[in-house]
């Protein structure tokens, strides 16, 4: 089930929410790219497999490539890994980049998924948080796409917005659902240090998020993500049966994965590394056939906390049987006993020897986690 994820740090123009790794110039593309194919022949031994079953391009705008590009990119791919018949095969996307001739061009491409960046589908919303399409853009992206054959999609939504209201958030859902996509993440929108919105929300100009607001628009989605018969597998992500990211999947699952391209990550089960988050140092690296990372080999009881943070966020919970298999015994009694409090305050539910967050305990998801981590 190893996967490879291919950041393309390329944009129009920057989100004022967005703190990722990009640049808003495309001077260097062609060097990246060439890059790009370098650093993938020199990771074709990191998995420790050539076998991969998910691959996803993200960004940054990973839409902005060519066709030409793309089957320049899958050809180096397929010379040094061995890809899937049935893999599951993602391209981020903005809905301005998806037009008609986009859409047919990347259907000839092994992508077979898209991950849409809509966000909300009010343009109030949209040039709050500076983003390049408008809500035209995003409805025609989803129609065009299934209009191609594009069945498995995904779309963002984001909640918590200053100018989002409870009757908006509840219409951006109802659109969601009547456009039948079969896959929705929603984030509530946080002000990250050091971006455009920080900026804003320190001299006034934009409102500060509410968590009030926030946790009944959280609420408000659950309720009608229940209704619309989305399963909610992931804190953030919500698919129809059998729709949900394989890729993602693999890394709340703890499975291995190879990143490419700068500020990727990697992990192997045992280190993890991430590449410089510079372009021009990336190109000139790899213009040596050199690597730009750094790692860290991780210990137990940082195994131990990964896994709690991030099986606890999903619908398969957090395994008593699988810390002490992986991690020791007294890291599953550690965990058992820390999670007390919360079994007794109804934010988690103890049920053959696994926790689930309750829909209480998923609003206070990262407190949780954090309490049952092992302190070194």
């Not at 495309?26 to 079953?53: C, P």
């Amino acid at each position: 089930m190893a996967g490879i994820y291919i950041h393309i740090p390329f944009c129009k123009q920057a989100c004022n929410y967005c703190d990722f790794h990009f640049s808003t110039s495309l001077q260097n593309k062609d060097a990246f790219l060439k890059a790009l194919k370098r650093e993938i022949a020199l990771q074709q031994d990191y998995l420790g497999t050539k076998n991969i079953s998910t691959i996803y391009f993200g960004g940054g705008t990973p839409s902005l490539l060519t066709q030409a590009e793309l089957l320049d990119l899958f050809e180096t791919l397929n010379k040094h890994f061995t890809i899937d018949a049935n893999a599951e095969i993602t391209l981020e996307a903005n809905p301005d980049d998806l037009t008609e001739i986009k859409i047919r061009e990347l259907k000839s491409t092994p992508v077979n998924r898209f991950s849409i960046g809509i966000q909300s589908f009010y343009d109030e919303d949209l040039k709050l948080m500076n983003r390049a399409h408008n809500s035209a853009e995003a409805l025609n992206a989803v129609k065009f796409a299934q209009d191609q054959g594009f069945e498995n999609l995904t779309i963002d939504l984001i909640y918590g917005m200053p100018t989002l209201t409870e009757h908006k958030w509840r219409n951006n859902l109802q659109i969601a659902f009547a456009l039948d996509v079969k896959h929705i993440s929603a984030y509530c929108l946080t002000v990250e240090p050091k971006t455009a919105l920080a900026q804003a929300v320190k001299t006034g100009k934009i409102k500060n998020v509410d968590e009030q607001q926030s946790a009944e628009q959280f609420e408000i989605m659950l309720e009608g993500m229940r209704a619309n018969d989305f399963v909610q597998y992931e804190i953030s992500n919500f698919c129809k049966d059998g729709f949900y990211s394989r890729h993602n999947s693999n890394y709340w699952l703890k499975e291995k994965y190879l990143g490419v391209g700068p500020s990727a990550h990697s992990y192997n089960g045992i280190t993890r590394q991430w590449n410089v988050s510079n372009n021009g140092l990336y190109i000139q690296s790899l213009e040596k056939n050199e690597l730009n990372f750094e790692s860290e080999n991780l210990t137990i009881a940082q195994r131990y906390n990964e896994y709690v943070l991030t099986s606890l966020r999903t619908i398969w919970g957090t395994s008593l049987e699988q810390i002490k298999n992986n991690y020791g015994e007294k890291f599953a009694k550690y965990c058992l006993q820390e999670a007390q409090k919360y079994i007794a305050s109804n934010d988690l539910l103890f049920e053959e020897n696994q926790l689930f967050l309750t829909d209480k305990g998923k609003l206070i998801a990262d407190k949780i986690a954090s309490d049952l981590f092992e302190v070194e």
